[in-house]
């Protein structure tokens, strides 16, 4: 299963742990098993309309999911997942 | 442990307005909006009054009412009050009545407005503990990062992307600080530092100390009020990489105006970006807040190449509230800008700092900036980082023997007869 990295915020969710394994075959249904296994999870990172928030960026394998297809991107078995909040210039 | 402010009460939420202890960290729990430190301005309005901030040492800290740390600052005292010059030959040159340069390219100590934020970051670090601070930087940040923790005797670790300018890198390393040059654009530098801050509990400035870092900007834009003789410009010029300088301006001034430190005046703010990197000026003219990232900037204005930025929904709004807009230039216009402003100031300014004035050139030239008005310039950063930024642009030094009869031939009877 791909692996995802749980940012500072979200571990309150998951018991303060920092990465986790979850199932999905995109991005989308990815969350949706998150949110089973941790509930509330996506509603911290998508909206009332179920879209990313805007101050939360996804990665997979450190590239943003906004470049490929946003929630339908595809993930495989050996995906490196982040969900990072957006973070100040430099 | 300093005593809580009494000005300074909580962070909080700039999209919910939960409010959350004055700790590190820096993203709302529940919609991870970015969080701001928040004030209790009926408490600061009899205290920080004209006569108290003039009779305050020349530096960002006379406004430290305004600042979010608890006790005195330790870090970075003798930072920031740099000269606001009144600009008559830029003036003339880009046809505007009046025209001032704020000049950061001389800020203490490492030569651009970031010591302002990391003053106020490393301030706050010591406060909460830290003993490893450290940034994800695009150079500017890092060299105030490096210098301000060395002078501190903090430990500290910066991490830019493998391009930067040799100015910029050797710039960090004189100080002694761990520099990791990452193999990827800024972006990818910023959330490998959002990993290792979550990882190893170092304070990094603008990750989980982004709350008090940010808020140093906001001196640049009291400084600019005071120095105008306590009134705010009706129209100000910014660059913008993440966004977070021009946010700051803008409630600088609506602070200032809040605590009756300046008549409540319509000011106008606006935007300058490079245009191989311009998510915020292009969603800005698109008339939309949905800043689309650049996935790879393409600019020699590194210092303003952050493809998703952060703060980018912010400055939209701030410079919509204001009736202001947005610009770009191109690397070209960038070069412009930078020997316009040396040749007609006497400022040698960054790539960031020709950003600005060639912005500024286009909103004039445009009408968007009336002519018969007054402006602000913010110029950021100094031009002995980005010497490879111009270098053979300005033409070359003029070669001659050490004789008197080689200057007369060469050089004295030629610029004669060309005057």
């Known amino acids: ?90 | 442990m300093d005593k809580p402010s009494p000005f300074f009460s909580n962070l909080k939420c700039r999209e919910c307005g939960r409010l959350y202890p004055k700790q590190a960290i820096h993203v709302c729990d529940f919609d991870f909006g970015p969080l701001e430190a928040a004030y209790d301005y009926d408490a600061i309005r009899p205290v920080l009054t004209r006569q108290v901030i003039e009779s305050r040492p020349h530096t960002m800290w006379r406004y430290r009412e305004l600042l979010p740390i608890d006790g005195e600052p330790t870090v970075g005292t003798q930072v920031g009050f740099t000269p606001l010059v009144k600009a008559d030959r830029l003036a003339r040159a880009l046809g505007i009545r009046e025209l001032y340069v704020k000049n950061d390219t001389v800020n203490y100590p490492t030569l651009s407005f970031k010591d302002r934020v990391v003053s106020v970051a490393l301030s706050r670090a010591r406060e909460l503990g830290f003993k490893v601070v450290a940034c994800a930087s695009t150079g500017n940040l890092a060299n105030s990062v490096a210098a301000n923790a060395a002078s501190a005797g903090l430990k500290s670790y910066v991490l830019i992307p493998a391009d930067l300018e040799q100015g910029k890198v050797l710039g960090s390393l004189v100080y002694g600080t761990n520099v990791i040059s990452i193999q990827g654009a800024y972006d990818q530098v910023n959330r490998l530092c959002s990993e290792i801050a979550g990882k190893y509990g170092w304070g990094f400035v603008n990750v989980n100390l982004r709350p008090y870092y940010a808020e140093g900007s906001k001196s640049m834009g009291y400084e600019i009020c005071e120095q105008l003789g306590w009134r705010i410009p009706t129209h100000t010029v910014a660059p913008m990489a993440s966004g977070s300088l021009l946010t700051k301006i803008h409630k600088a001034y609506g602070e200032f105006a809040r605590l009756g430190l300046v008549e409540n005046s319509p000011f106008a703010v606006y935007g300058a970006q490079a245009t191989g990197c311009a998510p915020i000026a292009h969603a800005m003219k698109r008339g939309t807040d949905i800043v689309k990232p650049v996935p790879k900037p393409e600019t020699i204005v590194k210092s303003l190449a952050i493809g998703t930025p952060a703060d980018g929904y912010y400055a939209i709004h701030a410079m919509k509230q204001t009736g202001g807009c947005a610009e770009d230039c191109t690397d070209d216009e960038v070069v412009d800008g930078i020997r316009l402003l040396a040749e007609c100031e006497g400022i040698f300014a960054e790539t960031a700092g020709g950003v600005t004035v060639s912005c500024a050139k286009k909103l004039i030239e445009t009408g968007k900036i009336p002519r018969d008005a007054s402006a602000v310039l913010c110029i950021t950063g100094h031009g002995l980082k980005t010497q490879e930024a111009i270098a053979g642009k300005c033409g070359e030094p003029r070669l001659i023997k050490p004789s008197l009869r080689e200057f007369e031939e060469h050089v004295y009877n030629k610029d004669t007869a060309a005057a």
């Open chain 1, 1 to 90: 299963m791909p692996t995802v990295l749980i940012p500072t915020p979200l571990r309150k969710l998951t018991n303060e742990i920092e990465e986790v394994s979850a199932a999905g075959a995109t991005i989308g249904e990815l969350l949706d098993n998150l949110d089973r296994a941790f509930p509330g999870l996506k509603d911290r990172v998508c909206d009332e309309a179920g879209n990313v928030r805007r101050f939360v960026n996804i990665f997979v394998n450190g590239e943003d999911i906004r470049f490929l297809e946003e929630k339908a991107t595809p993930v495989k078995d050996t995906d490196e997942i982040s969900i990072v909040p957006a973070i100040a210039g430099g």
